[in-house]
């Protein structure tokens, strides 16, 4: 089973951003202890070119780290025919008990890893590098976390044994069972729902206020990492029923199949770029003041601020139709 393309592919990019980590980690220890862009001197000057290479290696590492969330979601959700019990992604994540703790890793490493990013391209607006220290610092957060990773998915790809019986997703996402999700669905419908579209609406007027004016740039940030994770637990509750058109189906994974269009890949996808990039943009908010960053940024700021809003406005629109015109009516 370790010989399937997918997993062949998700160790292959594990290791190779390992690697690319702990290259980049080592000089941005480096460029933290001695930056000093006021000095002329030869260890400056070494640390400025190094930085060009840190940069680019880390920011095509870390455009795959976000890809391969995809990857690996779509890869345990192949694999399912391979064990009894399985359904969707759901039963091949619990074969073992490693397969939870990479996902919720995995969508981690891509919020720290787009913001990483956001930063970045920032940095490189300015000629005197003013967030290098900043985002040299994020990276010694971000490193522990994709080396982690790395090595749980090889603990959960090595340990996938086709003979395990492993539980379907109608047994595990039920009010009955124990967990977060059990308690996300016995969560009352009605109060889930105002708390989606409270938060959902509520993000996209502070979204166009901080667009407009340029203010409130930190509550809208705050707002879209809450609507974030208010709309993963709303999906999880009443929103994924209407997909299903069954009361009693709250699978966060069946709607990445075939049969539904694999819409779930483009909710999915929505969803998080709605939250990183709001997010990203009150990041970059103490930056505003850096006199190399004032004519760039808020128009960053601003496309940032508008994906988001475009992202969260395909999550709700499509989420609501579903509710609207599905053939379940509760």
Not at 17 to 35: A, E, K, N, P, Q
Not at 171 to 179: I, N, V, Y
Not at 195 to 214: C, D, K, P, S
Not at 236 to 243: A, G, K, L, T
Request: proline share 4%.
């Amino acid at each position: 089973m370790i010989f399937k393309p997918g997993i062949i592919a998700l160790l292959t990019i594990s290791l190779l951003l390992s690697g690319m980590l702990l290259y980049s980690t080592f000089y941005g220890v480096s460029i933290l202890r001695y930056w000093d862009i006021k000095s002329g001197s030869e260890r400056q000057l070494s640390l400025e070119r190094r930085t060009y290479l840190v940069s680019t290696i880390m920011a095509y590492a870390l455009v795959f780290q976000l890809f391969s969330f995809f990857l690996f979601i779509y890869t345990a959700d192949a694999l399912h025919p391979f064990f009894t019990g399985a359904m969707c992604a759901v039963g091949s994540l619990n074969v073992n008990q490693w397969g939870y703790p990479v996902v919720i890793l995995k969508i981690i490493t891509f919020l720290l890893g787009g913001l990483w990013l956001i930063i970045n391209f920032a940095d490189s607006r300015g000629y005197d590098y003013p967030l290098i220290k900043e985002k040299y610092l994020l990276l010694l957060v971000i490193s522990p976390l994709i080396l982690a990773e790395t090595f749980i998915q090889f603990s959960y790809f090595l340990g996938l044994k086709p003979e395990v019986i492993t539980s379907c997703c109608g047994s595990l996402f039920t009010s009955d069972a124990k967990g977060v999700a059990s308690e996300i669905i016995a969560f009352p419908r009605l109060a889930m729902e105002i708390a989606f579209y409270a938060a959902m609406l509520g993000t996209l007027a502070l979204g166009v206020v901080f667009y407009r004016t340029e203010k409130l740039g930190y509550w809208f940030a705050l707002a879209a990492l809450v609507t974030f994770l208010i709309s993963a637990a709303a999906f999880i509750s009443f929103i994924s029923v209407y997909f299903y058109e069954l009361p009693t189906h709250h699978c966060p994974f069946c709607i990445l199949q075939k049969e539904y269009g694999y819409i779930g890949y483009f909710l999915y996808l929505t969803l998080l770029v709605g939250g990183l990039t709001g997010m990203g943009a009150g990041v970059l908010m103490p930056s505003r003041r850096i006199p190399s960053l004032k004519a760039t940024l808020p128009g960053l700021q601003k496309n940032l601020t508008l994906v988001s809003l475009l992202s969260y406005l395909l999550f709700g629109g499509i989420s609501t139709f579903q509710i609207a015109f599905s053939n379940l009516k509760m």
